[in-house]
């Protein structure tokens, strides 16, 4: 059994780095911990030559305020993803493996170089640019595109999505229904579809949180859910971040508002021609819908919203479960609506 390591301590981790031939004899690396994942431990090591990696360390039970579990091996299903992203996403957009670690729970990537800025704060400063949406609609598109030409072998690769149900599933879908008795129909039938639907590899956890901007470059982060199964969750889960920040900043709704929309576009260009295409939408509504709920309800939720704006979210959301909106304009324009007080 291997020695009990938490690479925040930045003189263990050196020392495993050492024993472990990582690196030279005598080398002194200057390390910072990264906050911000509820997930990991995160370090990042920069060497006396200049190459930089991020360090990541699962952990079983995550830091949020309600008990949460995973199994730490799913970093081995992120260090897989790691290797599959890079060939499926376009180049510069997945960070490069280094080396992984799976009786420590470890993987280690190149860093993203300096500087670079988070996209998520970006947005939350009411920087919404339409490069940088593009972007994100192509990136998804690209991956879902192109794993789809790969499904014979990624069905296989990707095929337990136990991190999946116990990261995404659980904490956002089973649990809210638990707290939100309104909404237990809805999310039994929504999990019920997304268990019975394999098309292509699914990130699982495709949010600006996870996107850094480098030399005005998207890159994607943070794999360890990534699965074969539907598209439409990483599209729901993706618009709801979008949608919950033209909640939060009222001033900027209307720019987050034709974001959402065009981001929606541009990953349905990028998409390309895959046969289930013209079938995604509305399943990408329900998807939305749960994630817009579970993200104020949730184990999980969003930190910037304040109490009253997640009270005003459920109340927005929940009526549209019961009759969803048939496509993204009309999700877009209904949930807006309610928020100021309408009920189209």
């Known amino acids: 059994m291997s020695v009990a390591l938490d690479i925040e301590d930045h003189t263990a981790l050196e020392a495993y780095l050492h024993q472990s031939g990582r690196i030279a004899v005598g080398e002194r690396p200057v390390m910072r911990t990264l906050t911000g994942g509820v997930s990991n431990r995160t370090v990042l090591v920069r060497r006396p030559g200049g190459e930089t990696w991020v360090v990541k360390q699962a952990l079983e039970k995550l830091r949020v305020a309600v008990d949460w579990f995973s199994n730490p091996s799913r970093i081995e299903r992120e260090a897989l993803g790691i290797h599959w992203l890079g060939r499926l996403a376009p180049p510069g957009s997945i960070p490069r493996y280094i080396f992984e670690d799976r009786d420590h729970h470890l993987v280690a990537m190149a860093a993203v170089p300096e500087p670079h800025d988070n996209w998520k704060l970006l947005l939350l400063s009411g920087q919404v640019h339409e490069a940088h949406i593009r972007q994100f609609g192509e990136l998804l598109g690209t991956i879902h595109s192109n794993a789809y030409e790969h499904r014979t072998e990624l069905a296989e690769l990707f095929r337990d999505r136990s991190f999946f149900e116990s990261l995404r599933i659980e904490p956002y879908y089973a649990y809210t229904a638990s707290q939100v008795a309104e909404s237990i129909e809805f999310y039994k039938r929504l999990i019920a579809d997304t268990q019975a639907c394999l098309l292509t590899l699914v990130h699982g956890d495709y949010s600006p949180k996870n996107i850094l901007i480098h030399g005005d470059r998207l890159v994607l982060l943070d794999h360890e859910v990534i699965h074969f199964g539907d598209p439409a969750f990483d599209l729901g889960f993706s618009l709801t971040h979008l949608l919950s920040k033209a909640h939060h900043l009222p001033s900027l709704r209307t720019d987050f508002a034709v974001a959402t929309l065009q981001y929606w576009q541009f990953y349905r260009s990028a998409l390309g021609s895959v046969p289930w295409k013209d079938d995604l939408e509305a399943r990408a509504v329900r998807h939305a819908l749960g994630c817009l709920l ?34 993204v304009p009309e999700l877009v324009a209904q949930f807006l609506s309610r928020l100021e007080g309408g009920s189209p």
């Open 294 to 327: 579970g993200r104020v309800r949730g184990r999980s939720t969003l930190e910037y919203l304040a109490p009253a704006e997640r009270t005003r979210q459920q109340q927005a959301v929940v009526p549209l479960m019961h009759n969803p909106p048939p496509s």
